[in-house]
């Protein structure tokens, strides 16, 4: 069986006054207990709800919300999706609905133990999931870097600049993923070892982690800000400092094993 993923797209009215920013952040908060509670009411059988993604580990840049809704007797998709629209958030809701005990893929758990808040439950079901895991694996963050790569090569070979434009925009959000990839593999290993204390990147890696979403995931993948007369070079520049990221971060977490 797998999980089952709900997308609720709603426009995001956040505008750049930071007054105005702030409103829809103390929102997002009353929102999301809103979202639980006709959660809750659709199905009563939900033992668990856990935000996780960006709008945990970087909640003033994210454009949406990532939920896990663990439920002993999962109901239509139509449920969920129609509680989250009776709430209208301002915000976007992904749902990703699984019954308690289902099997999830490796990379799920790691994504979801790197950074998340329990909304509703103690805990003890994504905890479980932290148990089961084996060693960590950097594999997948150097995945998404070798695509960065094979992306760029795509976009240097087309000439319609839209075509382009969209492909290097995605050759710098791939290098984003794989230092969020490292770095929820990183943290998903604190969970498995320590339960469910607070989780956050070390100095200066959570600093450095920052950069990696301002930079290559709003202003030069969101924003298609990236400086397009050196692209190839500004590209290559990110990639050795992406993949060095990586390494430390792999080092730091076998030296904790």
Not at 31 to 58: H, M, N, T, W
Not at 141 to 155: D, E, F, G
Not at 181 to 204: C, K, N, Q, W
Request: a positive charge.
């Amino acid at each position: 069986m797998n999980p089952r993923v709900i997308k609720k797209n709603i426009k995001d009215n956040k505008t750049s006054l930071s007054g105005e920013r702030l409103v829809v952040k103390v929102d997002r908060r009353k929102l999301l207990r809103a979202v639980c509670e006709r959660l809750l009411k659709c199905d009563p059988s939900i033992v668990e709800i856990i935000q996780f993604g960006s709008s945990v580990y970087a909640p003033d840049l994210s454009r949406d919300v990532d939920l896990l809704v663990v439920s002993k007797d999962p109901k239509d998709y139509d449920v969920y999706l129609n509680a989250v629209d009776e709430v209208t958030p301002l915000f976007n809701v992904d749902i990703i609905v699984v019954k308690s005990g289902q099997e999830l893929r490796e990379e799920l758990i790691r994504g979801i133990l790197g950074t998340f808040n329990v909304l509703y439950g103690s805990g003890e079901y994504i905890l479980e999931y932290a148990k089961r895991l084996g060693n960590p694996s950097f594999e997948e963050a150097r995945s998404a870097l070798r695509v960065a790569q094979h992306i760029l090569r795509l976009a240097l070979g087309i000439s319609h600049p839209l075509d382009r434009d969209r492909l290097f925009r995605e050759a710098f959000d791939s290098l984003f993923h794989a230092a969020r990839i490292a770095a929820m593999t990183y943290l998903s290993t604190e969970v498995a070892g320590r339960g469910l204390l607070r989780r956050m990147l070390p100095e200066p890696y959570n600093r450095q982690f920052r950069e990696f979403i301002n930079v290559l995931h709003i202003r030069y993948f969101y924003n298609g800000e990236y400086p397009k007369d050196r692209v190839e070079e500004e590209f290559n520049k990110w990639y050795r400092i992406v993949e060095e990221f990586i390494k430390t971060l792999e080092y730091e977490t076998k030296k904790k094993q």
